[in-house]
């Protein structure tokens, strides 16, 4: 077990006594501090007490990272944002990082302090495991208590709308109710140790490219269905504390001052409690608080603090109705009551079990890695190879991760950092970090009576020549991808398609592991041997990398989101905005609206390289027995078996393939199932009703046509074994 402590025994003792003393309070002088209260009750007694300067003061907060000559702030532990707490009443300071992939450290603001680094969230979303997901975000939450952090700035669920997408890899995948049920499983995980998670951002941040200034344009209906739905699946499982709206904006007024999206949708069809924080940024006004917005975040990249002495002032003149500012106070306070930060206030300075985090993180890389291809069973690997030649990736220092916000340095640092240079408000944050899980340690582990070399891959004729002398070889293909830029286009950069082509010429037994933020092209797929999509894989991607190559798990990914052919194959071949003046507003139309990923490619008929859904296993599975009942919804029921001669999982999948006579595509369910050979399991989904109707805009309603329903059980969107009807009641559902 590894011990560490984040803060300083002072520190920490300073903020106990502060908990303390709020907990002691009599109950008859602080009503709002008896637990036996509802959430609401306790935040609404609390901002009676609250004068006008305090409540300004709970609805703004600095950027606490040290970039652009901002200081960390009095009282600050260091990160992403700091609102200020209010010791007269016993409210404590929200301390705030970055968490999509666990606790960050931006800039290394908390010198030498170290996180579990998460695999990537599609590296999640390939599980298709609830469990898994739900289990790292508890190693955020516990990790973020420890650091003193009480609020975690997590649940990315904006759906991959465009495989060049820098920030595709946070998200999880192009499907809403995969996203939206993966996204809820980990911001409970996070909230069950008392902590506050957010999900983000809210919505249609579908590209980085001109993030600030994109007009994301969709049908009312259409974003109900897609986007909008993600997020409403999940706030429903998850019930986050806090919603983050998005830099860009939609149909016309931004993000964080929309609204319609935040009134109408978030909060009044919803009925959402919590709070809505800022991206860092992302406030262009006082009004904002009117459109929806609660809270100013990273107040120094605004052009002014919007929410601190203008809104003041406009409360005093009667321009901002002062039960607004008293709305947006209560639904922060609800949210900290709702996860215990009264209750069990956070001290900094507890233990961490990076080594239990490791674990967990190494459990989700194995089951999230997808084998692509597998040519006349080249994997597993047998562990009696003679010769492997380990080729290219920094394969020799560890496993790569993706840039920005979400960039998670684990316990000790880096092991290899490439910088990449590069301006702006991001480039700071521009580089490749490898942590120490190497892949080429981990194979030498597993394998060691095998002459196991490296080459670097710089040079095709050394590599050539590696990959010659041995019976296996291994290349790595890495592609670096990071918030505020998007892929120019689906190549592997560097020159790696080449490498690969000319080691896969060289010895047919090529296998690719792929390290990638998301689809990438393949112009070498047909000498490849095999080829491993490991994505960012975290804490101990390299073992879990190992793990698969040499079937020590059975390899059970499937795709999160469909690889393209060609990028053409895409609504928007070029990237909207690029080139453009910085601040030049552009428009991002979405025609797919609804049918975003396999979605359209079914309704278009174009073949992509890999679908949604798809990854082969070492073993082989069989559906059979489909049972389907209608009524108010669908319900599907089926067997897995099996039929292989070694263990595995499987990820069935449900899909809805016609609605009343429409047809159409649609995931309705999931699950993950782990076999025995020769083992069945009865699996039984239930729809959600919404997955098999249309959201009509003008009445504000979810609409069922009643009819036949047509579902398919398979192994992705491609490959459908079964199939069945039954009959759905016309009905209409709540927004």
């Given at each position: 077990?590894?011990?560490h ?111 579990t680094a ?24 516990r990790?973020?208590r ?41 911001i ?11 999900i ?20 009312a ?13 999940a706030?429903?499982k ?9 830099y ?154 993706g ?20 301006e ?6 521009r ?20 002459k ?71 112009p ?123 263990a ?88």
């Amino acid at each position: 077990m590894t011990l560490h402590r984040s803060l300083s025994l002072a520190s920490s003792l300073a903020v106990l006594a502060f908990a303390l003393a709020a907990q002691a309070a009599a109950p008859s002088t602080r009503p709002w501090a008896d637990p036996k209260l509802s959430p609401d009750v306790r935040a609404a007694l609390l901002d009676k007490e609250l004068t006008l300067d305090e409540r300004i003061g709970l609805v703004h907060g600095p950027m606490s990272m040290p970039i652009f000559g901002i200081k960390k702030p009095e009282g600050a532990i260091g990160s992403a944002g700091y609102i200020p707490g209010i010791p007269r009443l016993g409210v404590p300071a929200l301390q705030e990082s970055d968490a999509s992939l666990g606790v960050t450290n931006p800039l290394g603001v908390r010198p030498g302090d170290g996180a579990t680094a998460l695999p990537s969230g599609l590296a999640q979303a390939a599980t298709f495991n609830t469990r898994l997901i739900y289990e790292g975000g508890a190693v955020v939450g516990r990790e973020a208590r420890a650091k003193g952090f009480n609020v975690q700035l997590a649940g990315g669920v904006n759906l991959a709308r465009d495989p060049r997408n820098g920030r595709n890899f946070e998200y999880l995948g192009e499907d809403p109710w995969l996203a939206g049920t993966l996204a809820g499983a980990a911001i409970k995980g996070i909230q069950d140790q008392g902590v506050v998670s957010t999900i983000k951002h809210f919505s249609l941040n579908g590209q980085e490219t001109g993030r600030m200034s994109a007009n994301s344009v969709i049908e009312a209906g259409a974003h109900r269905e897609s986007d909008l739905l993600a997020f409403q699946i999940a706030i429903e499982k998850g019930q986050p504390g806090s919603v983050m709206c998005a830099y860009n904006l939609v149909n016309g007024d931004y993000s964080c001052g929309n609204s319609h999206l935040l009134n109408d949708v978030l909060k009044r069809d919803w009925g959402y409690k919590g709070w809505v924080m800022s991206d860092w940024g992302a406030v262009h006004a006082t009004d904002y608080i009117v459109k929806g917005l609660d809270q100013q975040s990273g107040e120094q990249l605004d052009a002014k603090i919007w929410f601190g002495e203008p809104l003041k002032v406009a409360i005093e003149k009667g321009e901002v109705p002062a039960a607004r500012l008293s709305d947006a106070a209560r639904r922060i306070l609800r949210s900290m009551f709702a996860a215990g930060l009264f209750d069990k206030p956070v001290t900094p300075g507890g233990a961490v079990d990076y080594d239990a985090g490791a674990e967990t993180a190494r459990a989700a890389a194995a089951e999230g890695i997808v084998l692509l291809k597998n040519r006349e069973g080249l994997l597993p690997l047998a562990k009696t190879a003679k010769t492997i030649a380990v080729i290219g990736g920094h394969a020799d220092a560890g496993v790569l991760s993706g840039g920005g916000s979400s960039q998670v340095v684990p316990p000790g640092g880096a092991q290899r950092v490439v910088p990449l240079g590069g301006e702006g408000m991001m480039g700071p944050f521009r580089s490749q970090y490898f942590n120490g899980s190497s892949p080429l340690a981990a194979i030498r582990k597993v394998a060691p009576g095998a002459k196991v070399t490296f080459d670097d891959g710089r040079y095709l004729s050394s590599a050539v020549t590696a990959a010659k002398a041995a019976d296996i070889v291994v290349v790595f293909g890495n592609q670096w991808m990071g918030e505020g830029e998007d892929a120019p286009d689906l190549s592997l950069p560097n020159g790696q398609d080449a490498l690969i082509a000319a080691v896969a010429a060289a010895n047919p037994n090529t296998i690719v592991v792929l390290q990638t933020g998301g689809p990438v092209s393949m112009p070498w797929l047909g000498q490849a041997g095999a080829v491993v999509e490991a994505w960012y894989s975290g804490a101990k991607g390299g073992e879990a990398i190992a793990d698969v190559l040499f079937g020590e798990v059975d390899a059970s990914g499937r795709l999160p989101m469909t690889f393209p052919a060609a990028i053409d194959q895409y609504p928007r071949a070029e990237l909207p905005g690029l080139g453009l003046p910085e601040k030049t507003q552009f428009d991002v139309v979405y025609s797919e609206g609804a049918d975003v990923g396999y979605r359209r490619f079914v309704t278009s008929g174009q073949k992509p390289l890999f679908p949604f859904g798809h990854g082969l296993s070492y073993t082989r599975f069989a559906y059979s027995n489909l049972k389907v009942t209608g009524g108010d919804t669908l319900t599907v029921s089926f067997d897995v078996a099996n039929t292989g001669a070694r263990a595995g999982k499987d990820a069935p999948q449900v899909y809805l393939t016609g609605a009343a006579g429409k047809a159409l595509q649609r995931l309705i369910g999931f699950e993950k199932v782990a076999l025995a050979p020769g083992e069945t399991r009865h699996v039984t989904v239930t729809a959600d009703p919404r997955l098999l109707g249309a959201f009509d805009a003008k009445a504000n309603r979810w609409s069922l046509t009643g009819g036949d329903y047509q579902v398919a059980v398979g192994a992705s969107s491609a490959d459908l074994a079964l199939k069945g009807a039954a009959k759905v009641k016309a009905r209409t559902l709540k927004p």
